[in-house]
């Protein structure tokens, strides 16, 4: 791409990258609709613990919160929630250490900072 050398330039060229990004907004929406309707047709989105990747909350900490939710309010142990937290098609490390180690560091926050999980023999849950 040749640099830019004026104003008209840059603005005919931000224009093209506004229309760039609205048309690749809005394949993404038709493509994130057909492949739902694929996955409905298949039956694979029957299934009500998978969410989608789009949809996965910003930060470790409100993840494991809507994992929890999801167990209603049944103990959980690290390894138990890496392994929902698998099901879910959200974004996770490559590595499967890495996942755990995130998983585990966010159920600490969660305890011992928020104060928002008690701990029982059984594993972690959401405090009533």
Known sequence: MKPIKSFAEAKRRLTELKDSITELNAFLEFADDAISKVNTLKGSSADASTMQATRAPATWGER?????????????????????????????????????????????????????????????????
């Not at 959980?76 to 755990?100: A, F, H, N, V």
Request: aromatic share 10%; proline share 5%.
């Open 64 to 128: 494991m919160i809507e994992l929890f939710k999801e167990s209603e309010n049944k103990p959980i142990m690290q390894k138990q929630m890496m392994e929902m937290y698998e099901r879910t098609g959200w974004p996770m490390p490559s590595d499967r250490g890495d996942l755990y180690r995130a998983i585990s560091g966010a159920i600490a926050y969660l305890y011992k900072k928020k104060g928002v999980l008690e701990k029982t023999d059984k594993g972690y849950r959401l405090k009533v």
